[in-house]
């Protein structure tokens, strides 16, 4: 609507007044909730973790990963990017903004989740992702990967790429087991 606005000419962007900022996107994380719940993706027989994978796919369908340039380009305030409020309200941001935003989903659901990030030795820029406890276990997902990897060019989601990206995340041992390790030394009859 604030697009739609500034479009015709009415209306001001949003401010990075924190206050503004949150209650528009827990209005819009309570109307993700509802979405979901009221659709069957989300129901009350569901482990932890099949909600979280319900969650991570209204993530990959509806959010893209794009940097403060693309805000620039679009108009829109730069620092949505780095926000929950970028990927929840807008469709995108970078890898902290997508970490932030499915930590929010998470936690309206009542599931544990925080947003974790380093820089790595030998790079000027962090990475951030989610460590979420699901069902007593510990996941790591990176939503900024997930977003990346699980579309066709055309920005729908790829079913087989999608699944990939859950087993990674969601199934890691049983991911990792489909590579094998290389023998470098084999040994000749």
């Given at each position: 609507l604030v697009r739609l606005a500034?479009?015709?000419?009415?209306?001001?962007?949003?401010?990075?007044?924190?206050?503004?900022?949150?209650?528009?996107?827990d209005v819009k994380t309570k109307s993700i909730h509802d979405e979901l719940w009221a659709s069957g993706e989300i129901t009350s027989s569901m482990t932890e973790k099949e909600k979280a994978i319900a969650y991570f796919r209204w993530m990959c369908e509806n959010c893209e990963y794009h940097d403060v340039e693309t805000a620039e380009l679009r108009g829109d305030p730069t620092w949505v990017v780095h926000s929950a409020w970028g990927p929840l309200v807008y469709g995108y941001g970078v890898c902290d903004g997508l970490a932030y935003a499915y930590?929010?989903?998470l936690k309206y659901e009542g599931i544990t989740c925080k947003t974790v990030g380093e820089i790595k030795p030998g790079h000027s820029e962090g990475h951030a992702w989610n460590v979420a406890v699901l069902d007593g276990e510990e996941y790591e997902v990176d939503m900024t990967s997930a977003v990346m990897c699980s579309k066709c060019a055309d920005g729908t989601l790829d079913e087989v790429l999608f699944e990939n990206v859950v087993d990674k995340f969601f199934y890691p041992d049983d991911w990792m087991s489909q590579f094998k390790p290389l023998d470098l030394n084999p040994v000749k009859p």
């Open positions: 500034q479009s015709t000419g009415i209306g001001v962007a949003p401010t990075t007044d924190d206050t503004v900022s949150d209650i528009e996107v930590e929010k989903l």
